[in-house]
């Protein structure tokens, strides 16, 4: 039984030096993997015995969402790059895992490979996904908005081989180079074949199900040719266990780039068809004070370890988007299919001019399946709400099909819904001009323009089901037996549509956004000084339809002749009530920086941004007018931002420290509670990057402290003055590592401190630290084999609770999202 006892809050400086007496414990290695080329020699080199390679490198030239292609010290944003070898050392188990090693991201990465929630520097997740960050591909969207419901951007991105780097630029100038980006932009940066060579890699879990093999391989093959191909694909059950496959697919992505005199073109491709469990909030005992809650395990159900999915419950039956019958494989979770086309140009001619071209045309569908506990009683408690005084539940399969059923049980709304088209393209053209001013001055100008299309097309067809609650994928489906004995349910399905949620949610919607942003930019160096501005205007229209729930009586859903209980009402789509879309938003982003160096080691700068974010599907329902308009202070989210900060390297240490300061609105809606939201939040906070090397010992962190608070709240105005739910006031990555010549060894410490289950301001979400451990041996001069343990010491916390408050002093069931228990997983490479 895991158990998060009741403790005193740790300050985060004792947490930091609780985890760095761990590491030293385990002997830590690798050095951190931040090696881009010397930018700016004028000024001095790094001291003696040091290198720009050696800790967070301040040469590094800044590519993503900037002006003026700079180095990190001369650059007026905060910026982090993450190599090859960082990302192996975050032991990750999906992409989101990832992005908690950068400073200022906040990444609850308990969903599975994907359905992670993302925020940065207290920008709010007030329902889910990454609305104020946009996650690229070499330079583009993957999707164009980034909380899109049940389709969020990183369910169709996948971390492999094939990833060159992954750049983050954390607010500042990505309002004005990427369209609904003021938060910052992630963009995972290809590799593309410089140097000849590849790798295949096979890789197993050690305590969990999971089977996965990696390649990689490119090479210049003459002329200026180049190419680089790499992929995987894995079977398994997951990390916790559904009693079923529960992964099974993978991705392959490819590159070819052509050099001629002044610049180069580039192809790409990838075919992504994936099926990841995706996990969604699960039973919890939570017992103690709403201040101090102890959290913890169930009976017969471990939520560090088990999930709702069961190898009992595999199978819905329903209606589609049309209304007729269709059979799902509740196997298939979260499912992306993605055909995706790109290309690039660049060409440099003329006196000092510079062409940009970036284009990505994806054609993109899935499916999102997953249980959700709509709640959690006794088998009579649950019986009696649905089937009335007197009713039963009675095990509908398993191996006790048949029998009384008198244990708990949990009343589950299975969240279906088809993604029919994300399809999406988006084009970035760029006309650059430099002029050099003499002496080490010189002046840049940018003009593009960008255009992008997102479709979200979207069948949400959600079912009611009774569900034991048990672990280890055996969780038996319950029907419902009324007081005189007759069956509510079929195989534990008590209801096509969901009851205990009004039945609200089978819909459907059908919608296009079109977006045209024009922008220019300017960067002026001139001796220790770097100045730049910017500027976009955004326009765009958004068109479609959508159709909400109708109750029907009397459908013959399976067909079978019969009017069954559950059929006598069902929820349908009501295509004949369908509503339109059509209303049009614009905005204007700024973004102005200077930046001023101090010494060679050592520059200040300053920045003020203003961004915009358009709201896109979570305005149906409930905030679009009847003709399709949307009033313009609902169409898009205003964020106002200022920053400042120090960049400073001396010997083998570099340290990047950001003060920010942020105002956001938002609109939303988030679709477990069934609510709007109409607020502005406030949050201030500083984010510090660090490094240290010394021989083969290495030691990488990042410390990020917000105090954010909901300054305006239109619909609940009670909540106005109170933190953000799931916002700590710390969180910290620490990563020491020592490296020899053929083997490395380290730990990746991932922490944060309590935070608010919810916007209310009661029931706390316990602070934890999580320790991964990892360690590769070249055995011989081809071959490495590797070692990762997520999770080492097992510790249980969770980044979301339905619940806002508990009772005090008894024992209480929330629903919750938790960290995954230990796992440990074996690698072996094999390059050439």
């Known amino acids: 039984m895991h158990s998060h006892a009741p403790r005193p809050a740790m300050s985060p400086p004792r947490r930091l030096l609780l985890a760095m007496a761990v590491s030293a414990c385990l002997t830590p290695g690798i050095a951190v993997a931040q090696q881009i080329e010397n930018a700016d020699d004028r000024q001095s080199t790094p001291a003696s015995g040091a290198t720009a390679q050696t800790a967070v490198d301040l040469d590094a030239i800044v590519v993503t969402a900037a002006a003026g292609n700079r180095s990190r010290l001369r650059a007026g944003v905060s910026t982090s ?26 990444s609850e990465a308990t969903g599975g490979d994907g359905n992670a929630n993302i925020a940065v520097r207290g920008l709010p997740v007030a329902a889910g996904g990454a609305k104020f960050l946009q996650l690229q591909e070499d330079g583009l969207p993957v999707l164009e908005f980034g909380d899109i419901a049940f389709g969020n951007a990183d369910i169709f991105l996948r971390s492999d081989w094939s990833i060159d780097r992954i750049e983050a630029v954390r607010g500042g100038s990505a309002s004005t180079f990427a369209s609904n980006s003021p938060g910052g932009v992630i963009n995972f940066i290809s590799s593309t074949g410089e140097i000849a060579g590849g790798a295949i890699g096979l890789t197993t879990g050690l305590d969990y199900d999971s089977s996965r093999v990696d390649f990689r391989y490119g090479t210049p093959f003459g002329d200026g040719w180049r ?30 780039t052509r050099e001629f005199d002044g610049g180069f073109a580039r192809l790409s491709l990838k075919r992504l068809d994936d099926r990841a469990i995706g996990y969604l909030p699960v039973p919890t005992r939570a017992s103690g004070s709403n201040s101090n809650p102890s959290l913890g395990s169930l009976a017969g159900f471990d939520p560090a370890r088990d999930t709702l999915q069961s190898r009992h419950f595999v199978s819905d039956m329903g209606l589609d988007g049309k209304n007729q019958p269709r059979r799902t494989d509740i196997r298939d979770g979260m499912r992306p299919v993605s055909n995706v086309f790109g290309a690039e140009l660049e060409y440099r001619f003329g006196d000092d001019w510079r062409l940009n071209e970036r284009f990505r045309y994806a054609d ?20 009696e709400a649905i089937g009335g005084s007197g009713s039963t539940l009675r095990y509908a399969n398993g191996p006790s099909a048949g029998q009384a059923f008198t244990g708990t049980a949990v009343q589950t709304n299975l969240f279906n819904v088809e993604i029919n088209d994300f399809g ?21 100008v940018s003009a593009g323009y960008y255009a992008a299309r997102q479709n979200i097309d979207m069948d949400w067809l959600w079912n009611g089901y009774v569900q034991e609650l048990r672990g280890g994928g055996r969780s038996a489906l319950l029907d419902v037996i009324d007081g005189d004995g007759a069956n509510l349910s079929q195989n534990g399905l008590y209801a096509y549509g969901v009851p205990s949620f009004g039945n609200c949610c089978t819909r459907s919607y059908n919608a296009k956004y079109e977006i045209g942003a024009p922008y220019l930019s300017v960067a002026l160096s001139l001796g220790r000084w770097d100045l730049d501005a910017s500027v976009r205007r955004d326009d765009g229209d958004a068109t ?39 209303y049009g938003w614009g905005y204007t982003s700024y973004s102005a920086g200077a930046n001023y160096l101090f010494t060679g080691d050592l520059a200040g700068f300053a920045r003020i ?18 003709d399709g308009s949307v009033r313009a202070e609902d169409a898009v989210d205003l964020v106002d931002q200022v920053e400042a900060g120090l960049k400073w390297r001396q010997d083998a240490f570099s340290v990047f420290a950001t003060a920010f300061y942020a105002e956001t609105e938002e609109q939303n809606f988030e679709a477990t509670n069934q609510r709007f939201l109409d607020r502005v939040y406030k949050a201030r906070g500083i984010e510090l990057e660090a490094a240290w090397r010394q021989g083969g010992f ?86 490495v084999v590797s070692l990762n343990v997520n999770n080492l010491f097992n510790e249980f916390g969770i980044t979301e609770s339905e619940e806002g408050a508990i009772i005090e002093g008894v024992d209480n069931i929330i629903r919750a999202r938790g960290i995954a228990g230990r796992t440990a997983s074996l690698s072996l490479r094999y390059e050439f």
């Open 364 to 383: 993109t569908d899935g499916r999102f399946v997953s249980p959700f506990p709509a709640s959690v009683d006794t088998g009579s408690a649950v019986a």
């Open 424 to 444: 999406n393209w988006a084009n970035d053209l760029r006309l650059t001009k430099s002029f050099a001013l003499g002496g080490d001055g010189a002046f840049e």
């Open 544 to 582: 479609g339809n959508y159709a909400a729930s109708v109750q029907v009586a009397n459908v013959d859903v399976d067909g079978n002749g019969v009017i069954t209980p559950n059929e006598r009402s069902v929820s349908q789509i009501d295509n004949v009530a369908i509503s339109p879309i059509d």
């Open 227 to 256: 190419f680089h191909v790499a992929g995987f694909y894995r079977e398994g059950d997951g990390v916790r266990d559904a009693g079923y496959t529960a992964e099974k697919g993978g991705q392959i992505k490819a590159n070819l």
């Open 698 to 783: 290495a030691l990488n962190g990042g410390l990020t402290w917000t105090d954010a608070e909901i300054s305006k709240d239109a619909i609940s105005p009670a909540n106005v003055g109170n933190t953000p739910r799931r916002q700590a006031d710390w969180i910290y990555q620490l990563t020491p590592a020592y490296r020899t010549l053929d083997w490395s060894v380290g730990v990746n410490v991932i922490g944060t401190t309590d935070s608010y289950a919810q916007d209310n301001n009661q029931l706390v979400m316990p602070g934890f630290t999580q320790v991964n451990l990892f360690g590769d041996y070249r055995f011989a001069r081809d071959w």
């Open 609 to 626: 941004s203003r961004g915009g974010r358009a709201n896109a599907d979570r305005l149906l329902f409930g905030v679009v007018q009847p």
């Open 81 to 106: 790059t993450l190599g090859v070898e960082q990302l192996a050392q975050s032991a990750p188990r999906s992409t989101a895992e990832i992005f908690r090693n950068i400073p200022g991201v906040r």
